[in-house]
């Protein structure tokens, strides 16, 4: 099994910042894909950032410029470096990964979510 522990949300004013933090562990042979999604209050879930093995990012146009997605293959954690927020960001943020376990089964686990507040 594979548990994903997700950390870093809260209440921040806007303009503010917050890192968010996904740490993956259980039966894990090799991480691929990991990143993070969002939902807020009446939407659909929307798709934050993404980062693979080789650090390549992806981001949504509403995340450029203010987002950095990283990560640490050691600790199989990804990191959602977040400033300059907005009320708009406000939602739960979901962690995805992407994995092979033990079994060598590919994986797509997602997170319990964060909640992240931003207010005018």
């Known amino acids: 099994q594979v548990q994903l522990v997700e950390s870093g949300g809260g209440l921040v004013q806007a303009g503010g910042s917050l890192r968010l933090s996904c740490a993956a562990s259980?039966?894990?042979?090799?991480?691929?894909?990991m990143g993070w999604y969002r939902q807020a209050p009446g939407k659909q879930r929307e798709f934050v950032a993404r980062i693979n093995s080789g650090g390549l990012t992806t981001y949504a146009d509403s995340a450029k410029g203010r987002f950095t997605i990283s990560r640490d293959n050691v600790k199989n954690t990804v990191y959602l470096q977040m400033t300059s927020l907005k009320p708009e960001d406000t939602g739960v943020y979901y962690c995805?990964?992407?994995?092979?376990?033990?079994?060598?089964?590919?994986?797509?686990?997602r997170g319990q979510g964060t909640q992240v507040t931003v207010s005018s």
């Open positions: 259980g039966s894990i042979f090799s991480i691929d894909r």
């Open positions: 995805n990964v992407d994995l092979w376990g033990t079994s060598m089964r590919y994986y797509n686990h």
